[in-house]
């Protein structure tokens, strides 16, 4: 459309004649004075994380060390059934538990995917004054399919990951790659105003914060 | 989504008051909601610092908005994606149709977008033989039922879930097959029916929340992870964005993402928020077009002091606060806007000559603007804009609103105009009409609302007889 770019161009700068040409941007101020960090002992950081994560009825463990998180992934997996678990390719090898097929994700298709019993990722980082858990593109994380067609995503997060808020979360992820914020599992409200778990996303969210 | 006619706020608000079932369910949402966003708010010490910010940044957005624009083009660009430019709605909708032909594509799965509302986007894609499935919950109920949204966030609020089920059992459930009215079991047949689509459907289609000029990021939020679903699973993935929807930098989201999920469904967060900057290998979809909307925005900016209307995040935080919206319901507004924003949002985007009615909507009480996120002065807003309704009028005929107006300059021009004018109001009681009428055309006015009373005495009446000795008050 030849023309539209130009058109809607004049447009905006014609709307904005009360602007004098000589501000910029940066003459608009804009005060930040909302708090960028949470001002906590580290011990309350992790303790709000669990709890918040928890109140969007998502399953928090906390797992003392990495020797214990393969029994603790190795549980969950049993209590839901779990037979094939899609696994993101550079979650470590003492994570993976036994007893289930581990589908290593080099280029599983969507139907694939979709046949998956569950899902085990890391992540990038947790909010602790959000509930929240934070993928981005890459081994640890996988791609974003992966954590969304199966029903259940087990997810572990370490200690020091776990962040205080959305403006830390910011200057830790790298802009350009994809990034999905998880707070709980899917729901909807829409039918009249009831809760209900799973609509499209995981039905499931299991965290594993490892201490 | 039948409407072509606008009949007026107060036509429309009549037909929605005459409906019990939408006011007992409008009630009952605004009423949850309103609980919710204020637990939430409440827990945040720095919520009028995150409000100041949001403000600040849009202003510094909208003022600057050209250049923005630019650079958003240009990060995009860069990331591999491709930016078209639409004027309004038709070239909006004629662009994503020629994407989704290119790559032979009868089928389009949306997430849930206001905008695309706006532009009728599922009417335009099916007389070109294009079938757009929305993939939304609500969405979904209220396309398969061929019915309007009543409320930004859950445009199907006023069907209940025996309406529901008949309409599911109707369209979606298989032969034999029979459904319940439990919502979960009625979630389980929407997420079955739609996993099809989204597994098989080459062309997605969303709105964007936010979108970053820094870095060409677009961001979306949801609930349900339809959202997730059609900008991950298809090939090509289509964003139609209203223009003012860009943010200048990517730490800028971090204020956003604050306001945003606690104004609108009241949680600290929403359960998924997905951010993507054009196409990225291995991860995704393959192609990425974002369509930049103006579609009478440009006619918004252009009033300086209403320009703040372009503020808005579509929270919804203001419909459920709002005694006019929660009697009326969203479809007294006749437009996917509904509420207090609607309120002044569409006059402007469609013009006053269509919706001259919407800015009247309202009681003035100010809750809205007290619980904006980006603090958009909606009354003042309101006001402004019936002086321009009044001032539309006085060009075409002598109203009685404009007579009224232009008596009462003529009265409060001079001092002794002013006081003869209140010694004349007193006569009212004399004349034996009492109180709450005054005479036609005028009573227009005292048929919806009481006169007050005309004191005996003026305050300069009062003052001069007290300088005298026998003040008395």
Redesign the interface.
Known sequence: ?PG??E???G?????????PPE???LD?????????ALDMPVSDRLAMFAE?VAE?RATVHRVAGPSELADALGEACERHGVRSLVVAVGVPEDWRPAGVDVLDDSALT??EL?AADGVLTGCAAG?A????IALE?GPLSG???IS?LPDLHLCVIEAEQVLG???E??ERVT????????????????????R?E?????RRLEVFLLD | MSRTERLGFPAAAREALADTQLRRNIGKATQTIRAKRAAVVEELDDWEELREAGRAIKERTLRHLPAYLEQLEASVTAAGGRVHWARDGAEANAIVAGIAEAHDSREIIKVKSLASDEIKFNEAMAARGISAWETDLAELIIQLGDDEQSHILVPAIHRNRAEIRELFQRTLAAEGEQVTDEPAALAELARKHLRRKFLSVPVGVSGANFCVAETGTICVVESEGNGRMCTTLPRVLVTIAGIEKVLPTWGDLEVFLALLPRSSTGERMNPYTSLWSGVTEGDGPEEFHLVLLDNGRSDVLADDFARQTLNCIRCSACLNVCPVYERTGGHAYESVYPGPIGAILTPQLVGLDEAGTLPYASSLCGACYEVCPVKIDIPSVLVHLRGKVVAKKREKRLDPEVAALKTAAFAFSTRGRYERAQKLSRGQKVLGRGRGSVPPPLSAWTGARDLPEVPTQTFREWWRGRANGHGGG
């Open positions: 459309m539209a770019r058109e809607m161009m447009r905006l700068r014609a709307a904005l004649g009360d602007v501000e910029t941007p608009v101020a804009v005060t930040r004075d909302y708090d960028r918040r969007y969507h139907a979709d909010i004054l959000t509930g929240t593109s791609r974003r399919a969304l808020t959305v403006s979360l910011f802009p350009g790659l994809p990034v999905t914020l998880i707070s709980g599992p899917s729901a909807t409200s829409d039918i009249e105003l009831n209900v799973g609509v499209h996303g995981p």
